[in-house]
Every structure is written in C-alpha cells, then in structure tokens.
C-alpha cells in the first residue's frame, strides 16, 4: 500500500529547483517506495520566486516565511536549500516541529551549527538526510566495495580533488557565497566538504590534518539585486571577499593511510571536475564525476608497468538499475539526487537512516574546522 508524504522546499535557487524535480521523478525510478512525495509548499524570501516554482512544479502554496511551512500540519518532510547562515535556525525548526529534513551541506556556518541540526534531529526522532551527492554515483560505490573487499590490496594513499571556475571570472557578484557571516568558509563548505565526504566513504575517519588556503580574487561587486546561481555583477560598489577561493589539505588516516585533497572555486578550465585516485598495495582505482559511470582499475601482483582498464558500472551497482537497464548508459548530476531523494523517503518510511546522516555532516564540518584552525596556525591538527 503506497501513502502520501507532505513536502515543502525552503529556499528555491538552483538546488531548490532539484530536489523539487527529484521528488517528481522519485516513483518513475523508485516505484516500490511506499511512500509518494506530495508537493505542498515552497518559501523563497524573493518576491515571486514561490509563487514562480508552485506554478511551475504545481505546490499546492507558495509563501515567502519559511515558519510557515514550519506550522503547517500538511507539510511532514521538508527540504532544505536556503543559503548556509539560515541551515541552523530553520533545520532546527524543522526538526522541532516534528518534520523529517533534507538538508544541503554544509549544514551552517561550522560544526557548532551543523552540531545543533544534529541534536534536533535525534532529539525530535525524525530523519535527518545530507546533500552529500557524489556518494550516490554508482561507480564511486563500486569503488568503496572494492576497497573494502581488498581488491586494491591495504588501501596506502588517495587524492581527492574538487576544481571548478564558477568564481573565476572576476565580475562574478558579491554574493551571500563570498562573505564569512553568510556563507561560511567558501570553497571548504561547499566544494571541500565533498570532498572530505567522500574521503570518509572510501577509507574510513580522518585522524588528523595539515591545510592551506588562500583567497586569489580579494574584491568583488556587490550585486544590485536579488540573485541566483553565480550571477555577474559590474558597476556596483566593491567589497571585499572575506572567505577562501582554494584550499589544500594534507589527510592522515585512522587506518593509516595518506590523503591529499584539494578544492579550489577559481580554477580557470576546470568545470566540475571532481574525482579521487585511490592507490593500494596492490592497485589503485580512478574516478572523474565528468565520467561518471566509468571507474578506472588496476589490479594484480605485477606492482610495475601494471595496466589501467577501463570499468563501465550497470545494473548492479549501487541504483543504476533504477535508471537505466545495460552498463556504460549516462547517468547526470540531477540522477544523484534522485537516488539522495530515494534515501530519504525510504529512510522515513523504514525509520531507519539510509545514505549521508546529520552524524556525516558534524564529521565533515569538523573537519572544515580543522582546516582553517590548521591554515591558522600553521600545525597539524587532530580530529576528535
């Protein structure tokens, strides 16, 4: 028997707009879910952006006070895509009113913030998801069970990196992004915490860490109105960027391995370009997001000149088969978050959590911590 989940989405930019069309793809992908997502309310402070989104996707309201979605008895899941500064006070909230959320990382500002989300959450005893999506790819899963296995032999070294250009251009606007009170600590919250993410899913807890960051385009316009994505400004009074443009991070493992992860938001001819390396005794395994659904592998006890083969995943790995039916067929970005929206509905259902917890994110907010404790300085920094 298939019942109704109520759901509202708070905060309706780009990532707003995916988890909406997530939920509206969930039973075409996923349809023994016993749970169908009933869109009831979107809030987005921008006067018309709601009411925009409820016409568009068909919510049955449209308000612009999140604290709306939160008194209302219809709504009993919410996600949440609001602009870092706002994650603590409206997850809290949310939890507090006894709905489930579906939260973006980086969960807040800091640990304290995503600490507090977390508390919310298991104190009320609904389910909390994470926005960590390149766990969900299928082929980063097959990597994680070949590691796991000892395909690779004893897992040595990995490097995690996270380039992209979407704050290269130097007109880019001085948005929410760019300033410490409201969007955290730049590229480390949104591009790094992925990183850390997926380096926690592949080999298991980082014990300790050395970083580095630096901001390369120190002022930026101030936008002239309300925007949306990585808007462009010119002609508007300049103001200073106050959070990171890169970051590079040594890693130690519990296991003992070593890791190097980088990020960086300004990196001129990187689009997305996210993926590890993962070496071992034995072999060693590659993936690039920009090739998703490939894994590079080798394996054996050759040691030198041992070859690279090619892996294409399919049906078998992790949800493929929920997408398409035969090996080396694309998958895309908006695929993972609807194997992230499957997590959470099934974890609400079963009331048991599946995927990236509230528990992933203070890990990896601790880590973020860690970093600029570390770049501050200038030491090795031990993770509790």
């Known amino acids: 028997m298939v019942s109704t989940l109520g759901v509202a ?8 707009r995916v988890h909406t069309q997530a939920y509206i793809r969930l039973p075409h992908h996923f349809p023994q879910l016993p749970l169908r997502p009933a869109l009831i309310a979107v809030a987005d402070e921008v006067p018309g952006r709601a009411e925009e989104a ?3 996707y068909g919510f049955a309201a449209a308000v612009r006070d999140w604290r709306q979605i939160a008194a209302d008895p219809r709504v009993q899941a919410v996600s949440i895509a609001a602009p870092n500064f706002l ?5 809290v909230a949310m939890a507090e009113a006894g709905k489930h959320i579906w939260i973006e990382k980086p969960v807040g500002l800091g640990v304290e913030d995503a600490r507090a989300v977390g508390d919310a959450v298991a104190k009320a005893g609904v389910q909390g998801t994470v926005g960590f999506n390149y766990r969900n790819a299928p082929a980063v899963e097959a990597a994680r069970e070949l590691i796991a296995s000892g395909g690779i032999g004893t897992v040595t070294h990995v490097r995690v990196r996270l380039f992209s250009d979407y704050a290269a251009h130097p007109e880019s606007a001085l948005t929410w992004r760019y300033e410490r009170a409201r969007g955290g600590s730049g590229v480390l919250g949104d591009l790094a915490s992925h990183g850390v993410d997926l380096a926690r899913f592949l080999l298991g807890e980082i014990a300790s860490l050395a970083a580095d960051t630096a901001v390369f385009i120190p002022e930026r316009a101030r936008p002239a109105g309300a925007t949306e ?17 890169y970051v590079n991070c040594l890693l130690r ?11 960086s938001r300004v990196a001129v001819g990187e689009q997305n370009s996210y993926g590890f390396e993962v070496h071992g ?6 993936w690039d997001f920009r090739r998703m659904g490939e894994l590079g592998v080798s394996r054996g006890t050759a040691y030198q000149d041992q070859p690279v083969s090619t892996v294409h995943v399919g049906p078998g790995h992790g949800e493929y088969a929920a997408f398409q039916p035969g090996a080396a067929n694309a998958m895309g970005y ?7 929206a499957y997590h959470f509905l099934r974890s609400v259902a079963e009331g048991t959590a599946y995927g990236p917890t509230l528990d992933d994110a203070v890990r990896s907010a601790a880590a973020l911590d860690a970093m600029s404790r570390s770049t501050r300085r200038g030491t090795w920094v031990e993770l509790g």
């Not at 989405?9 to 707003?16: D, L, P, S």
């Not at 994650?87 to 997850?91: F, S």
């Not at 994505?229 to 443009?245: F, I, K, L, Q, S």
Request: aromatic share 8%; glycine share 20%.
């Open 54 to 56: 409820a016409e568009r």
């Open 281 to 286: 005794t034995e072999g060693a395994v590659f």
């Open 334 to 340: 908006d695929d993972l978050k609807v194997i992230e």
């Open 229 to 245: 994505g990585h808007t462009r400004a010119t002609g508007g009074a300049p103001g200073p960027v106050e959070n990171e443009d």
């Open 9 to 16: 989405v708070v905060g309706f930019g780009w990532m707003g």
């Open 87 to 91: 994650h603590r006070e409206i997850g």
């Open 253 to 263: 493992f519990a296991s003992g391995a070593r890791g190097v992860l980088e990020a």
